[in-house]
């Protein structure tokens, strides 16, 4: 069983920056796939980014590339998730996810664990 949870976030201006933090309690976080998906109110959940095991590859949305940066440290099990350049339509629940196996999938049906979210305003 995988325990994460998320941090950071809050309310931030149209252009400005904040970081996500997701800590987990697996004692194997290497062996995880590890990623940030959101969900705003009345929309479905979308993926934001995901990071490999060994944090060498990550694949990011459209519609974050560029901005958003992905990042882990294994041996504080933690992933992050670096917020730049932000929008109004970023705001929503950000959500951490881990799942078994390497492959980099985008859907939320692949992820096994999840965290509780983290609420991001972004204000004009």
């Known amino acids: 069983q995988v325990q994460l949870v998320e941090s950071g976030g809050g309310l931030v201006q149209a252009g400005g920056s904040t970081r996500l933090s997701c800590a987990a309690s697996?004692?194997?976080?290497?062996?995880?796939?590890m990623a940030w998906f959101r969900q705003a109110p009345g929309k479905e959940r979308e993926f934001v980014a995901v990071?490999?095991?060994?944090?060498?590859?990550?694949v990011y949305a459209d519609s974050v590339t560029g901005r958003f940066t992905i990042s882990r440290d294994n041996p504080k099990n933690t992933v992050y998730l670096q917020m730049n350049s932000l929008k109004q339509e970023d705001t929503a629940v950000y959500y951490c996810?881990?799942?078994?196996?390497?492959?980099?999938?985008?859907?939320?049906?692949?992820?096994?664990?999840w965290g509780q979210g983290t609420q991001v305003t972004v204000s004009a």
């Open positions: 996810a881990a799942r078994n196996g390497f492959q980099l999938q985008r859907g939320p049906l692949e992820y096994d664990y």
């Open positions: 697996a004692r194997a976080f290497s062996t995880y796939v």
């Open positions: 990071i490999s095991r060994s944090g060498g590859s990550t």
